[in-house]
C-alpha cells in the first residue's frame, strides 16, 4: 500500500456508492462467506480501512472463531479460590487473582511462534513484550517471566538457526527490562521442525484497589495513545502470521514480524505504573495483535458508547504509512488510555516527565459506532463489537484419526529392557531432553530486583509479592506432546498434573492456570478433535481440583505442509506462599538425611523418555491421571513445608525416578545409597519400572531423622503413600547392587550435550 490522499481516500460515502469495486479480502486472510457477512454487517461494501480491521481482528489469532465454540466451556469452572475470588478472568488481558494480605497478582502465557520461526531474535523478543505488556494493562508491576519453548530434532541444521535466536532474544528483551526469568522448558522433537513453539508467561503484582480493566467509557473522555511511534514494522504481525500454516518453503513472511525495544518498554512501564498512581486512567489496553484495529475496537466494544478517533493524530515513524498500514501496525511498546478530561493535563505531565510520547487522537461519543477519519473524511464506521468481538464463530467438523488405534496398540512391551543400567542413566541425562539447559538458563537473568527465591533447575520459579511479609507466588509450565498424540484428553491433564505437582512440591498452594493450546491446523478434523478432547480434558481437570482457568491462548495452524506438531496444551500454574523463605529447594544439599518417595508406581512408560530418548519410539497409552491423589500430595507438600519437615522436594516427571534421583543428586551436589526392594515389594514393579516409570502423583523428599515419624504422620493424614529409599550420603548414587555411577561422570553427560550442539 501506499499513502493515499484525500482525494483518492476510500471513504464511507465512496464505498456506499461503488459496489462493486473488488476488494483484496483474500489477500488480507478473510475467506469469501466471511467477506459477504462483512458486507451483511455494514449494509454496503467495506472501506478498505474497514477492511484491514476486520481481516485484522477476524484472524484466528485475534478472534478464536475455531476455538471459542469450545474454549466457552472454561466459564463453567470455580471463580473461587481458597483465598478469594478472581478478580479478572477470561476475556480481560490477563488473570488475576487475590493471594491475600490486599495483594493480588496476574499472570497470562501466550505464543509467539510463527514470528519466531521466520525472525527468531525479533519473534521471541516481541513475544515477551507483548506479554508484559497484557499484564502492565490490568494495573501491575510486571515481577518476572517464563518460557516454555519447544525445538526441532537438536542437530538439524534449522534447530541451529531458530534456537539460539530465541533464546538470544528472550534474554536480550527480559533482561533489559529487568525481569527475572523464573522457569520454563526446552523440549526437543522432529514434529516441531518447521514449527518452533515460544510460548512467553508474565507474572505480575497489584494490591486490590489498583486493578485497571480494557473499557472506553464516560462520554468526552479522551483517547489517548503514548509509548513508540508507528511503524511499518509487524503490519498485519502474529494476527496474519499465526493464521496460517507454513509452506515446506521455510520462513518467507520477515517483513511482518514486529521490531522491539526493551529499553522504551521499560520507561513505558515506569510511566504506566505513575499513571495509575496519579488516579489519571479511566480504562487501558496495550497494543498487541492487532494494533490499532484491536485497542479502538475492543475498548470501544467494552464501553458504554462509541468512539471517535482521528486516525491522521497518530505518531509516525514513517510518514508514508497509508491509513489501512496504520490500522494494522503492530509496532511495540504502544499503549492505548481513555482519560476524563480534567486528567488529562495530569496525564500528559505524567507521560512528559517519563519522554513519553502522548497523542490524544479522540474521545468517547454517546452514540454506538467507533468512527475514523483521516484528515477529515470518515474511513471507518462501524459497530466496534462486530469487529472486535462478534466475529465468525466456526464449529469445525472433528473426528478421531485412523490412525490413532495402531499407535495406541505399539506399546513398550515389546521394546528390549537394557541390561547396563549405568549406561542407560548416563544416556538418559544427555539426551536432548533431560540434558542440563544452563546453556539457555545462563543467558538470562534470574535473580534481578532481588526477589526471585527459586528459578530453574527448581521445580517451580518462586518470587516474593511483599517484601515485609515474604509473602510470594511459585509458578511452572509443562506439558508433554507426547502424551497428547497417544491421548489428547489425558494428555492435557497430565500437562496440569504436572504444573500442579511442580508449584507444590516447593510447598505452595495451587491457585489458578493460564494456558497456552499450541496445535495444528483447525481446519483438519484430526487436529480439531485433538483440540476438543485436550480442552475437555483439561476442563474436567480443573473442575476435579476446584482452580479456575483465569485466560491463555490459543495457537493453531502450527504445521508444516500436511505435518502438524504434537498436541501441545501448555499449562501455567501459580501457586501462593505465605512466606518464600518457606519455600522447598529441589537439591540434595546435605549428607546424613532420609530420603522418601511419595505416591505409587505402575509400569507406564508409554510415551516417557526412555522409550524417546533411546529408541525413538511413540506409541501406547499415557499414564493414568489419578487427580484426587495429586490433591492429596499438593496438601501434603503445603502441611509439610509450613511445618518445616522438608530439606528438598522434587517431582517425578520425565524419565522417572531414576532421573529425579539423578537431578536432585547433580543440584545439591551430595550423593545417595537408595535400596528400591520396599518399592518393588509394595507396587509389584521389576527394578527397571521402578527407575523409569512415569507414573503420576509422585515424588522424592528428605527429612531430617527426628522428622521422619512426624512426616511419615503427614503423609498418612492426607492418605499419601510413602516409602522410605535411603540416605544422602557421598559422591555418587547407588541403587542396591544394580547402578552405582559417580557424581562426577553425571555432570560430564549431563552438562555436555547443549555445549556439543550450540557452543
Keep these: 500500500m501506499s499513502q493515499q490522499t484525500v482525494s483518492t481516500l476510500d471513504t464511507v460515502t465512496r464505498a456506499g456508492s461503488t459496489p462493486d469495486t473488488e476488494q483484496p479480502w483474500a489477500d488480507l486472510g478473510l475467506k469469501q462467506d466471511e467477506y459477504a457477512r462483512i458486507r451483511e454487517i455494514l449494509g454496503r461494501r467495506p472501506t478498505s480501512a474497514e477492511l484491514a480491521m476486520y481481516s485484522v481482528m477476524w484472524s484466528e489469532h485475534c478472534s478464536y472463531k475455531s476455538s471459542k465454540v469450545h474454549l466457552k466451556r472454561f466459564g463453567d469452572l470455580p471463580s473461587e479460590t481458597p483465598l478469594g475470588k478472581t478478580l479478572a478472568g477470561i476475556g480481560e488481558n490477563a488473570g488475576v487473582i487475590d493471594i491475600g494480605q490486599g495483594w493480588a497478582v496476574t499472570f497470562k502465557v501466550e505464543s509467539h511462534n510463527h514470528p519466531s520461526y521466520v525472525e527468531p531474535y525479533q519473534g521471541a523478543a516481541t513475544g515477551i513484550g507483548g506479554i508484559v505488556r497484557d499484564i502492565m494493562a490490568m494495573g501491575a508491576r510486571p515481577v518476572a517471566v517464563m518460557d516454555p519453548l519447544r525445538f526441532g530434532a537438536i542437530d538439524h541444521p534449522d534447530t541451529a538457526r531458530?534456537?539460539?535466536?530465541?533464546?538470544?532474544?528472550?534474554?536480550?528483551?527480559?533482561?533489559?527490562?529487568?525481569?527475572?526469568?523464573?522457569?520454563?522448558?526446552?523440549?526437543?522433537?522432529?514434529?516441531?521442525?518447521?514449527?518452533?513453539?515460544?510460548?512467553?508467561?508474565?507474572?505480575?503484582?497489584?494490591?486490590?484497589?489498583?486493578?485497571?480493566?480494557?473499557?472506553?467509557?464516560?462520554?468526552?473522555?479522551?483517547?489517548?495513545?503514548?509509548?513508540?511511534?508507528?511503524?511499518?514494522?509487524?503490519?498485519?504481525?502474529?494476527?496474519?502470521?499465526?493464521?496460517?500454516?507454513?509452506?515446506?518453503?521455510?520462513?518467507?513472511?520477515?517483513?511482518?514480524v514486529q521490531v522491539g525495544d526493551p529499553f522504551a518498554e521499560k520507561v513505558l512501564i515506569e510511566?504506566?505504573?505513575?499513571?495509575?498512581?496519579?488516579?489519571?486512567?479511566?480504562?487501558?489496553?496495550?497494543?498487541?495483535?492487532?494494533?490499532?484495529?484491536?485497542?479502538?475496537?475492543?475498548l470501544a466494544s467494552a464501553g458504554d458508547g462509541g468512539m471517535h478517533v482521528e486516525l491522521d493524530r497518530v505518531p509516525l515513524r514513517d510518514s508514508t504509512l497509508s491509513p489501512e498500514e496504520i490500522l494494522m501496525s503492530e509496532s511495540q511498546e504502544r499503549m492505548m488510555a481513555v482519560v476524563a478530561p480534567e486528567k488529562l493535563e495530569d496525564f500528559l505531565a505524567v507521560t512528559g516527565r517519563w519522554d513519553v510520547e502522548a497523542a490524544v487522537l479522540g474521545e468517547v461519543t454517546d452514540g454506538d459506532n467507533l468512527v475514523i477519519t483521516w484528515h477529515g473524511e470518515t474511513i471507518?464506521?462501524?459497530?466496534?463489537?462486530?469487529?472486535?468481538?462478534?466475529?465468525?464463530?466456526y464449529e469445525r467438523p472433528y473426528a478421531r484419526p485412523e490412525w490413532l488405534d495402531a499407535v495406541q496398540a505399539d506399546t513398550t512391551a515389546g521394546l528390549p529392557r537394557p541390561q547396563d543400567l549405568r549406561t542407560t542413566l548416563l544416556d538418559l541425562l544427555a539426551s536432548p531432553n533431560l540434558c542440563d539447559k544452563s546453556w539457555v538458563t545462563d543467558q538470562y537473568d534470574r535473580y534481578v530486583r532481588g526477589n526471585t527465591r527459586r528459578a530453574m533447575p527448581h521445580d517451580s520459579g518462586v518470587v516474593r509479592i511483599d517484601e515485609e511479609t515474604g509473602l510470594g507466588v511459585a509458578i511452572a509450565t509443562d506439558c508433554n506432546g507426547r502424551f497428547g498424540t497417544l491421548d489428547p484428553y489425558v494428555g492435557a491433564q497430565l500437562a496440569l498434573a504436572e504444573s500442579y505437582r511442580n508449584v507444590a512440591t516447593s510447598g505452595a498452594l495451587p491457585l489458578a492456570v493460564t494456558d497456552c493450546l499450541n496445535f495444528g491446523s483447525p481446519e483438519d478434523p484430526g487436529v480439531m478433535w485433538q483440540f476438543e478432547r485436550a480442552v475437555a480434558g483439561l476442563f474436567d481437570a480443573c473442575l476435579e481440583l476446584g482452580i479456575p482457568v483465569t485466560g491463555g491462548n490459543v495457537s493453531f495452524y502450527n504445521q508444516t505442509g500436511e505435518t502438524p506438531i504434537h498436541p501441545t496444551p501448555v499449562v501455567g500454574v501459580l501457586?501462593?506462599?505465605?512466606?518464600?523463605?518457606?519455600?522447598?529447594?529441589?537439591?540434595?544439599?546435605?549428607?546424613?538425611?532420609?530420603?522418601?518417595?511419595?505416591?505409587?508406581?505402575?509400569?507406564e512408560l508409554d510415551g516417557g523418555e526412555w522409550a524417546h530418548a533411546l529408541h525413538g519410539h511413540l506409541g501406547g497409552t499415557p499414564p493414568r491421571v489419578d487427580l484426587a491423589a495429586e490433591k492429596a500430595l499438593a496438601e501434603f507438600f503445603v502441611e509439610a513445608a509450613r511445618r518445616g519437615l522438608l530439606t528438598s522436594s522434587h517431582d517425578l516427571s520425565d524419565g522417572g525416578l531414576a532421573i529425579a534421583l539423578a537431578e536432585s543428586v547433580?543440584?545439591?551436589?551430595?550423593?545417595?545409597?537408595?535400596?528400591?526392594?520396599?518399592?518393588?515389594?509394595?507396587?509389584?514393579?521389576d527394578l527397571f519400572t521402578a527407575l523409569y516409570s512415569e507414573s503420576t502423583a509422585r515424588a522424592v523428599v528428605t527429612v531430617h531423622d527426628e522428622d521422619l515419624a512426624t512426616l511419615v504422620g503427614v503423609a498418612e493424614s492426607h492418605g499419601v503413600p510413602l516409602a522410605k529409599l535411603g540416605r544422602t550420603d557421598g559422591t555418587a548414587l547407588r541403587v542396591g547392587g544394580a547402578l552405582e555411577v559417580e557424581l562426577a561422570d553425571m555432570r560430564e553427560a549431563h552438562g555436555g550435550t547443549m555445549r556439543r550442539y550450540f557452543g
Design 575 to 603: 501457586g501462593v506462599l505465605d512466606d518464600v523463605a518457606a519455600s522447598v529447594a529441589s537439591g540434595f544439599e546435605h549428607p546424613g538425611e532420609t530420603i522418601v518417595l511419595l505416591g505409587e508406581t505402575r509400569e
Design 271 to 298: 510511566c504506566c505504573l505513575d499513571l495509575y498512581g496519579a488516579g489519571v486512567v479511566e480504562g487501558i489496553q496495550d497494543l498487541g495483535g492487532g494494533g490499532l484495529s484491536c485497542a479502538t475496537s475492543e
Design 380 to 393: 471507518v464506521d462501524v459497530e466496534p463489537g462486530t469487529v472486535a468481538h462478534d466475529g465468525p464463530v
Design 666 to 685: 547433580l543440584q545439591g551436589g551430595t550423593g545417595a545409597a537408595i535400596d528400591l526392594q520396599p518399592v518393588l515389594d509394595r507396587d509389584g514393579v
Design 162 to 256: 531458530v534456537l539460539p535466536g530465541v533464546v538470544s532474544g528472550i534474554g536480550g528483551y527480559g533482561n533489559s527490562l529487568g525481569l527475572p526469568n523464573i522457569g520454563g522448558e526446552v523440549v526437543f522433537d522432529d514434529c516441531y521442525q518447521g514449527n518452533p513453539l515460544v510460548n512467553a508467561l508474565c507474572v505480575g503484582s497489584l494490591r486490590h484497589g489498583d486493578l485497571h480493566l480494557a473499557n472506553a467509557s464516560g462520554t468526552g473522555n479522551k483517547v489517548i495513545l503514548f509509548g513508540a511511534k508507528t511503524g511499518g514494522d509487524g503490519i498485519g504481525g502474529v494476527s496474519v502470521l499465526a493464521s496460517e500454516t507454513f509452506d515446506e518453503g521455510g520462513p518467507t513472511k520477515r517483513p511482518a
